[in-house]
Nanobody, 127 residues
Framework: QVQLVESGGGLVQPGGSLRLSCTAS????????IAWFRQTPGKEREGVSC????????YYADSVKGRFTISRDNAKNTLYLQMNSLKPDDTAVYYC????????????????????WGQGTQVTVSS
């Protein structure tokens, strides 16, 4: 059982930056596929980025490529999402997720692939 806790959300102006953190307890993230999703009211939860443990492959949604960076610190058992050049469309609740078994590269953005979820952190991009 993995417990995930996100932090780092908040209010930021368009063009600004935020770094989200997701800290795991009860298990090490070394052998988990880990990802960030986001969701706005009335919409499906959307895959933002994933780091696959088997080969270190990183995936991004087209909407965030070049602006967001996913990374991990194994010593701290923490996943990060550095978000730059933020836009109002990035406003959402952001969730981290983890999956223990193999993850196909064409399935990283599917929410039902993941077994463990954090409670979410709100990101609001507004002037």
């Amino acid at each position: 059982q993995v417990q995930l806790v996100e932090s780092g959300g908040g209010l930021v102006q368009p063009g600004g930056s935020l770094r989200l953190s997701c800290t795991a307890s009860s298990a090490t993230l070394d052998y988990y596929n880990i990802a960030w999703f986001r969701q706005t009211p009335g919409k499906e939860r959307e895959g933002v980025s994933c780091l696959r443990y088997s080969d270190g492959q990183i995936y991004y949604a087209d909407s965030v490529k070049g602006r967001f960076t996913i990374s991990r610190d194994n010593a701290k058992n923490t996943l990060y999402l550095q978000m730059n050049s933020l836009k109002p469309d990035d406003t959402a609740v952001y969730y981290c997720a983890a999956k223990r078994d193999f993850l196909g590269g064409n399935r990283w953005y599917l929410r039902y692939e993941y077994d463990y979820w954090g409670q979410g952190t709100q990101v609001t991009v507004s002037s």
